[in-house]
């Protein structure tokens, strides 16, 4: 069985700071981990994914996400955030037997002018 | 088509309706899931389709829930009996292979009075 924990339901946050979503997992066995994103009225879109490699996995729009096995986390960064960037951000698992995602309760980010 | 697509977008049942989901997905799209996105929490599996077997349904939360993809493209999830805690939005997603990238749909979200 895994599970994912998102600490933080709400992240208030200012234009052009740098903001931090956590996100903690558990797995008896080796994971995939995502990131995901949804803007209101609009479906689940891939943020990023570590599959294998390089711990630090990056995204188009300027976000990024390590992997860190000892603590069990992927935690999600971006140095300067924009307005547009206001969503709700969902980290996921998937084991490398399976093929569902387990997700996390997410993160709604919100950056105000 | 595009991506994938579901209808209807909002459905609002009687307790005791039956419901039925419509999930188009990515063509040529091999494997197919289903989710369940209670208000305010992250989305949790219901079943997964490889072509037009169902490998996995251990998601369901009853047997008042039915999911079927009888020519391995077109997918439609069934409630029977609508019940006010199956009011969720409900998630599919396609993807090429069975451990590819996931394309979510927009959602349709069930409303039961």
């Known amino acids: 069985a895994q599970s994912v924990t998102q600490l933080d339901s709400q992240v208030p946050v200012f234009e052009e700071a740098p903001v931090e979503l956590r996100c903690n997992y558990s797995?008896?066995?080796?994971?995939?981990l995502f990131w995901y994103v949804q803007y209101p009225n609009q479906g689940l879109q891939l943020l990023l994914k570590?599959?294998?490699?390089?711990?630090l996995v990056e995204s188009i729009n300027g976000f990024e996400a390590e992997f860190n096995k000892s603590q069990t986390s992927f935690h999600l960064r971006k140095p300067s955030v924009h307005i547009s960037d206001t969503a709700e951000y969902f980290c996921a698992v998937r084991n490398n037997a399976g093929n569902m995602l387990t997700f996390g309760g997410g993160t709604r980010l919100m950056v105000k002018p | 088509g595009a991506g994938v697509s579901q209808s209807p977008r909002y459905k609002v049942a009687k307790r005791g309706q039956d419901v039925a989901l419509r999930c188009d997905p990515i063509s040529g799209h091999v494997s197919l899931f289903w989710y369940q996105q209670a208000l305010g929490q992250g989305p949790e599996f219901l079943t997964y389709?490889?072509?037009?077997?169902?490998?996995?349904k251990s998601g369901l939360p009853s047997d008042r829930f039915f999911a079927e993809r009888p020519e391995g493209s077109v997918s439609t999830l069934k409630i029977q009996r609508t019940q006010q805690e199956d009011s969720a939005v409900y998630l599919c997603a396609s993807s090429s292979r069975a451990r590819g990238e996931a394309f979510f749909g927009q959602g349709t979200r069930l409303t039961v009075v």
């Open positions: 389709f490889q072509n037009e077997a169902q490998l996995d």
């Open positions: 797995s008896s066995v080796s994971v995939y």
């Open positions: 570590y599959l294998s490699g390089s711990t």
